[in-house]
């Protein structure tokens, strides 16, 4: 029997083992088969604190693992397959094995959509990026396009025109998604342009990002943009699969919290992007990591004081 399993290796997941382990809890992660969540595709992180001369994500990553470790956290390079949180003691199944605990934290995050096209996976981390928070500052004074047409796609253009000296907005269609509000403000924006009925077939490059070669829907001609980075804004997927009719979810599929770490089940919590649809940084993963470990230890202290009274 486990006191708490933590399901997720990012920083929601590895910053809950930190906390549990610090809590004398023993908490068990199932990292799944490569541990440490979307970090470890990012090259650079320079708006971690704590870093002033930025760190790599993968290296970020590794530190929030020993750190686990060293303080008692047994992490295992296994994915979940299932669950069952109709009851307590709760049962969580990998391929392998099958675990009972008393108490579970869900931080399994989010995956961001990517084009799967050719030189996106090579790019990745060299111009190719779907979070212009992390990494728009890498390209003060260079030309960026923003592949997408919704809300976020114009969040994200708006922010890159602090850093780009041209942001480029590549839409399928030829009207955007985004609401009327955020649609005025970049087509307001003097930097900002955009190219309309257009996907992106290719990134270009081999060490760097050089340009992308677009097609046109309506007219077939395909053509060449010249450009610096790519960030694409399309969107992300929750990964809650695993906890469909187990937990409460929202429209989004994201797993819904009234307060950002507990669940509709007694017992089992929440933490990170597989909950967090707006922020989706690493520090506020890994503060929601903190809240969901500090709730789950005062939910297994009251569990304990209930028993010990029941005896």
């Known amino acids: 029997m486990e006191s708490v399993i933590v399901i997720g290796s990012g920083p ?13 809890l ?10 440490g ?4 595709l ?3 992180v320079e708006n971690y604190p704590g870093f002033p001369q930025g760190i790599t994500g993968p290296d970020l990553m590794i530190a929030f693992r020993e750190q686990a470790e060293r303080f008692g956290a047994r992490i295992e390079n296994m994915d979940a397959t299932g669950v069952d949180f109709s009851h307590p003691p709760f049962i969580v199944r990998t391929a392998e094995s099958e675990y009972r605990a008393k108490s579970v934290i869900v931080a399994s995050g989010a995956s961001a959509r990517w084009l799967n ?6 790019l990745r981390g060299r111009g190719v990026s779907t979070c212009a928070t992390c990494d728009g500052a890498f390209f003060k004074g260079k ?50 342009d955009f190219v309309w009925n257009s996907v992106v077939e290719e990134v270009l490059g081999s060490t760097h990002v050089t340009g992308l070669k677009l097609r046109n829907l309506k007219e077939g001609n395909r053509f060449t943009l010249a450009a610096d980075a790519l960030f694409i804004a399309i969107g992300h997927d929750p990964n809650t699969q695993l906890f469909r009719g187990q937990l409460e979810l929202d429209r989004a599929g ?17 933490a990170g992007d597989v909950y967090d649809i707006r922020y989706k940084q690493a520090v506020t993963a890994a503060g929601l990591g903190c809240r969901a470990a500090m709730d789950a230890e005062r939910y297994l202290e009251a569990l304990e004081f209930s028993v010990a009274v029941a005896r």
């Open 42 to 44: 990012t090259t650079d």
């Open 37 to 40: 969540g979307q970090l470890m």
């Open 12 to 24: 929601a997941g590895l910053t809950a083992a930190i906390y549990a382990a610090r809590a004398n």
């Open 254 to 270: 994201y797993i819904a919290s009234p307060d950002g770490t507990s669940t509709n089940v007694e017992g089992v919590f929440v």
């Open 143 to 192: 030309h960026i396009a923003v592949v997408g047409g919704g809300d976020s796609a114009m969040e994200e253009a708006l922010f890159l025109t602090r850093f780009g000296h041209k942001v480029t907005v590549i839409h399928r269609r030829d009207s955007l998604r985004a609401s009327k509000i955020m649609a005025d403000r970049a087509f307001a924006h003097k930097t900002i």
């Open 26 to 35: 023993a908490p068990l992660v199932l990292a799944g088969g490569t541990y």
């Open 117 to 122: 096209i050719p030189g996106e996976e090579l």
